[in-house]
């Protein structure tokens, strides 16, 4: 019973690493001057770009953490690749905003975590 906790455990950080995202991504598109300008970098998309990145893909990890307290296979499966991709994106997003994307990094490990090791007992008590 008390991994069901885990399970909602990983439904709010992945709702909070969406709205991380989020933030990052609208801030980025307001003000293209807030984050540091990176010389030569493999991943060296102007901050408008990781801007809709990051809301895209805040938006969508907000809709998946919600989706994960119905206790579903698929929304589990989904909220692990979009925690995989949370830290892809956070790691490539790395030299523009360090600190920020180690939380989103550490939040979305735990994340995977909690979803493969202790998912599937949300829907063991239903």
Excluded: C, K, N
Excluded at 2 to 31: E, K, R
């Amino acid at each position: 019973m008390w991994a069901v906790g885990w399970t909602v455990f990983a439904s709010v950080m992945m709702v909070m690493i969406g709205v991380f995202h989020a933030i990052a991504g609208l801030v980025a598109i307001f003000d293209d001057d807030f984050f540091t300008q990176v010389r030569e970098y493999v991943f060296d998309f102007d901050a408008d770009t990781w801007g809709w990145i990051h809301l895209i893909l805040g938006i969508v990890l907000v809709l998946a953490g919600a989706a994960l307290l119905t206790g579903s296979v698929a929304a589990r499966a989904v909220g692990v690749i979009l925690a995989a991709l949370s830290m892809l994106a956070a790691f490539a997003w790395l030299p523009y905003y360090p600190i920020w994307s180690v939380v989103i990094i550490a939040v979305a490990v735990t994340v995977v975590w909690a979803l493969t090791v202790h998912g599937r007992d949300v829907t063991a008590v239903r």
